[in-house]
T-cell receptor, first 115, second 110 residues
Framework: GAVVSQHPSWVICKSGTSVKIECRSL??????MFWYRQFPKQSLMLMAT?????????EQGVEKDKFLINHASLTLSTLTVTSAHPEDSSFYIC???????????FGPGTRLTVL | GQQLNQSPQSMFIQEGEDVSMNCTSS?????WLWYKQDPGEGPVLLIA?????ELTSNGRLTAQFGITRKDSFLNISASIPSDVGIYFC??????????FGQGTRLTINP
């Protein structure tokens, strides 16, 4: 149980284009979903927290107009990197929490490379 | 942002040896979680701890929630090659956001 999927697993795009990443909780309803960014050999950096049906809460220093988050249902959240640039290249990981505890279940991650 | 103090940062051991790592904090947490991350993958939950003093096992893994609620340890007994990876501790305070340790990179020498 508690499986979270992400799609795509990797994406390569040209500078200036937008990329959408999907995060789905497959066998539970996620009241809250989280988006993280991870640089090589570093820990996870929280970008934003999203609750179904409401606006995401972004961490300090994360541009909300650049990283658009939509949490349309209890099983789906999307992250759109708008006008991507090479510095946006990173490993993006989502997680989902079924609520009631702080436990988060992570997706497999999406490797974004912006050329 | 806040991070937990996780140690050691890296470990180089022989197959079959036991492993111990820990996380400490200056503040209290209500939840302690231990994750393992393989290269190019997302973290996988190993053990979740919800009560101070709780000792929980998952196969060869054992983790404890410190009595002071400011620390936790993870032990791996009789290590095997597939234990290689990065282990992260994470603490929760009931607001759902987690605070992560810097990770412990485990390498097993054949």
């Amino acid at each position: 149980g508690a499986v979270v999927s992400q799609h795509p697993s990797w994406v390569i795009c040209k500078s200036g284009t937008s990329v959408k990443i999907e995060c789905r909780s497959l066998d539970f309803q996620a009241t809250t979903m989280f988006w993280y960014r991870q640089f090589p050999k570093q820990s996870l950096m929280l970008m934003a927290t999203s609750n179904e049906g409401s606006k995401a809460t972004y961490e300090q220093g994360v541009e909300k107009d650049k990283f658009l988050i939509n949490h349309a249902s209890l099983t789906l959240s999307t992250l759109t990197v708008t006008s991507a640039h090479p510095e946006d290249s990173s490993f993006y990981i989502c997680s989902a929490s079924p609520g009631g505890t702080d436990t988060q279940y992570f997706g497999p991650g999406t490797r974004l490379t912006v050329l | 942002g806040q991070q937990l103090n996780q140690s050691p940062q890296s470990m180089f051991i022989q197959e079959g040896e036991d492993v111990s790592m820990n996380c400490t904090s200056s503040s209290i947490f209500n939840t302690w979680l231990w994750y393992k991350q393989d290269p190019g993958e997302g973290p996988v939950l190993l053990i979740a701890l919800y009560k101070a003093g709780e000792l929980t096992s998952n196969g060869r893994l054992t983790a404890q929630f410190g009595i002071t609620r400011k620390d936790s340890f993870l032990n791996i007994s009789a290590s095997i090659p597939s234990d290689v990876g990065i282990y992260f501790c994470a603490g929760g305070k009931g607001a759902q956001k987690l605070v992560f340790g810097q990770g412990t990179r485990l390498t097993i020498n054949p």
